[in-house]
């Protein structure tokens, strides 16, 4: 069975930091690239941060030295540290990773930064 699920979402103030995690299954974790999307609304979905297989992290320019992306191949999880949160930041979160022939998705997990 083929499955992301994200959790650690929930409301924080500007300023603040959430932990997001992904747990995959292991048949499309192994030796793929893993990202975490973000989509606020009314905008398009956007790329905030990747990490392949040998764990080479890419970042949106946005969240830069303020996101942290990281993996545990014995657990088949990603977590994504948010740090320095700011309402800019307010988006639905979607863990997505992708094979030759299938693009995978989660179901998101919805970040609010507001006072």
């Known amino acids: 069975q083929v499955y992301l699920v994200e959790s650690g979402g929930g409301l924080v103030q500007p300023g603040g930091s959430l932990r997001l995690s992904c747990a995959a299954s292991?048949?499309?974790?192994?030796?793929?690239?893993m990202g975490w999307y973000r989509q606020a609304p009314g905008k398009q979905r956007e790329l905030v941060a990747s990490i392949t297989s040998g764990s080479i992290t890419n970042y949106v320019d946005s969240v830069k030295g303020r996101f942290t992306i990281s993996r545990d191949n014995a657990k088949s999880t990603i977590d994504l540290q948010m740090n320095s949160l700011q309402p800019e930041d307010t988006a639905v979160y979607y863990c997505?990773?992708?094979?030759?022939?299938?693009?995978?998705w989660g179901k998101g997990t919805l970040v609010t930064v507001s006072s």
């Open positions: 292991r048949s499309i974790f192994r030796f793929n690239t």
């Open positions: 997505n990773t992708f094979t030759p022939l299938s693009v995978y």
